[in-house]
């Protein structure tokens, strides 16, 4: 396939579904949202739009691992292994309680130092 070349229909189906998404008003009921909010209902959805473009289940997966690991891990500021220093976070106001080891360790040398 020429990664030049592209199909009018495929363009065309996504530019309803952006469409669609945004002004479609769906009835749902409580149970369909609480549904669609389940984890594994969402990675179903997201495997499902990543699958269109992609035609390749490997890819795809691979595809939405990634994603969930930088949504989930990286980008996520209550898990242990984001990207966000924990200061950065108690300074924009993100995180209530930031205990800073450093100034823990001053503190502590400092009680030393007066015994």
Known sequence: MDPLSFDPMLIISLILMQIGAKYLDLQLTEFQKRLIKNNFIQAIILFGIIYIPVRDVFKTII??????????????????????????????????????????????LNKLKVL
């Open 63 to 108: 595809i939405v691992a990634l994603i969930y690991l930088v949504i989930y891990v990286l980008f996520n500021e209550n898990h242990k292994l984001n990207i966000y220093s924990k200061q950065w976070l108690y300074n924009e106001g993100i995180i209530k309680e930031y205990n800073n080891i450093k100034d823990k360790y001053y503190e502590k």
